[in-house]
């Protein structure tokens, strides 16, 4: 965890200084324009939320890959990206540009939209008195398909501009970020990061089943729920300002697994500080490759993710499931 | 002495099909029982409600005196263990961390202490896996798996151990050494066994007492010798089964005939 703490800290110290405008630390403290503003308004905003949003994404990751005992879970498997992305998509078509309680509709629309599929994917789901793994995966990738239909629908209904937006939007990019961004997610993803690391010791048996986490005092009833609920939660809150963005919920707690082992003391908070590094240096080299143009940060983690992730899948096939 | 479990007019379905049906029991601490019976009987069933695992149940079921319903999980896996047929870990875990996992609900801090270090120490000499402990779970051979599964019970410091089939999928020599294990345990430290077998030569070589549970109901309970007859067998199994008596004098042994 030491050195992933260290290497966020690093990156977080390095990348504001990168852009395609020069800014000299000179410059920013004596507060000359722009390199100020360039620096504390287009650049600082955007690291730090980069940070929280890799964080977020990549703990969420760890969180159903436990709970569903599958090393390939992620939100995106249980249909919450996809959801987030409908509503976004309806908030774009219907027009409502506006910004409500300081947070822009669209993303409270996104947010709304991956609410509604955890409870629906959560309801469809459940029995009596169980949350049956199994049925929770069917139930999110059938609701992608849903959503995935309905979205082409909506894109194929909607007009030029609109189209655009949309398509803009369910890349995923960081660009949208602000300080108010930040605010607002902020906290909530620290203290749900406080919160897991503090029960994260009793994610570890459930690698051998539900009966086995029981048999060594874990109440895997309420132990699913709150996992799944915080890791839905998460997810939605940063794809609601950032659009989906793939890969880091999937690749970062792989990544600490095959270097630090899969104890989830360890697991969760590196799977933080790392998903935070990686987020980061994906957005900076998104918005300095092709400079003055930005490319989606959506695509650099899925270039680097994918590869990345056959290689893990021919290498170490029978670990994966 | 009071009885470790008492079981009264305990009913259980999984469905509205009834799995067990009225079994009355007490266990006593130190006993060695194995219960045994044809396939789907409710072997399984009767140790996993005595686990605490499964809690659906209509009828009482006590541990030492407490409805094992109203006892937390993490109460229950303080003073019992419980060890089913196989384990199968997604994450490479190793042997060490399995054993760790024992110590969960004696745990109060998020790392392990010094006395977590040290039972899992001693649980992984009981059980002959110390030199493993840095080996991937998933990667052991089927008795390693079983005796790591073994020590990571016996970490968490039980009173009663309770085994679903844990021999099925081993070869002889590790079903004798298992059951050495589990002798020992009981002998040495008094620790209460319950061990669902498929194997009733196995378990009248060890256990003290045996009980033959079929369609839901106890049908037979007392010394392997009282239970082991022709006539149980045939009732029971539906075999046709010769009963000798072990030249060491350690209980009987069945030849199935028909």
């Not at chain 1, 219907?94 to 822009?104: H, Q, R």
């Not at chain 1, 082992?261 to 998104?286: K, Q």
């Not at chain 2, 045996?210 to 149980?232: C, K, N, W, Y």
């Amino acid at each position: 965890m030491g050195p992933c703490a260290l290497l966020c800290l690093v990156v977080l110290l390095i990348t504001p200084w990168i852009g395609s405008t020069p800014v000299t630390w000179r410059n920013v403290i004596a507060g000359v324009s722009p390199d100020r503003e360039i620096f504390l308004i287009a650049r600082l905003p955007r690291i730090l939320f980069g940070a929280i949003a890799g964080g977020a994404l990549a703990v969420a990751g760890v969180l159903f890959q436990a709970i569903l005992r599958n090393s390939l879970a992620t939100p995106f498997t249980l249909g919450i990206s996809t959801g987030s992305s409908f509503g976004a998509v309806v908030a774009i078509w219907l027009g409502l540009g506006t910004v409500v309680l300081g947070v822009p509709f669209v993303s409270l629309a996104a947010f709304v939209g991956a609410f509604l599929t955890i409870l629906l994917v959560f309801f469809i789901a459940r029995t009596r008195n169980a949350l049956p793994t199994f049925t929770l995966l069917l139930a999110g990738v059938t609701l992608n398909f849903v959503f995935g239909a309905l979205i082409m629908f909506i894109h194929f209904a909607a007009n030029f501009t609109q189209g655009y937006m949309m398509t803009r939007w369910t890349m995923g990019s960081l660009d949208t970020a602000d300080m108010n961004a930040v605010m607002r997610t902020a906290p909530f993803v620290i203290a749900c990061l406080i919160a897991l690391i503090w029960i994260s010791g009793q994610f570890n048996p459930l690698a051998g089943g539900e009966e086995w986490a029981a048999s060594r005092g874990v109440d895997v009833r309420r132990l699913k729920r709150t996992s799944y609920f915080i890791g839905s939660i998460l997810t939605g809150a940063i794809t609601a300002f950032t659009g989906p963005i793939g890969f880091v919920d999937l690749i970062v707690p792989h990544a600490i697994r095959l270097v630090a082992g899969p104890d989830h003391r360890i697991l969760i908070p590196a799977s933080f500080f790392l998903g935070s590094a990686f987020l980061v240096l994906c957005d900076t080299a998104a918005r300095t490759i092709f400079a003055p143009t930005e490319i989606p940060v959506g695509v650099i983690t899925a270039l680097i993710g994918g590869p990345f992730f056959i290689v893990l899948l021919r290498r170490k096939r029978g670990e994966l499931w | 002495m009071e009885p470790i479990f008492h079981v009264d007019r305990l009913n259980f379905g999984y469905t509205h099909t009834p799995v067990l049906q009225g079994i009355t029991a007490d266990f006593a601490p130190s006993e060695f029982v194995a219960l045994v019976g044809p396939n789907g009987a409710g072997k399984s069933t009767f140790l996993k409600v005595l686990a605490g695992l499964l809690r659906g149940y209509k009828g009482s079921v006590e541990f030492y005196g407490q409805p094992v319903a109203e006892l937390s999980s993490r109460d229950l896996a303080r003073r019992m263990a419980f060890v089913p047929q196989e384990t199968h870990m997604v994450f490479p875990f190793t042997v060490k961390d399995i054993v760790m996992m024992g110590r969960l609900p004696h745990r109060t801090a998020l790392f392990d202490t010094r006395r977590d270090a040290e039972r899992a120490q001693e649980a992984m000499e009981l059980t002959d896996t110390a030199g493993l402990s840095k080996k991937v779970f998933s990667e052991l051979s089927g008795g390693e798996r079983q005796r790591a599964v073994l020590a990571s019970a016996l970490a968490q410091d039980p009173e009663v151990l309770l085994l679903d089939e844990p021999t099925v999928y081993l070869d002889l020599k590790h079903q004798i050494q298992f059951y050495d294990i589990l002798e020992r345990l009981n002998a040495e430290r008094q620790m209460t066994i319950v061990s669902v077998t498929h194997d009733v030569n196995l378990a009248a070589r060890y256990a003290h007492r045996m009980i033959a549970i079929r369609g839901g109901l106890f049908v037979a309970d007392g010394s392997p010798e009282d239970v082991l007859t022709p006539q149980h067998l045939y009732e029971i199994f539906e075999i046709t089964a010769a009963v000798f008596k072990r030249p060491d004098g350690r209980g009987n042994y069945i030849i199935p005939t028909a």
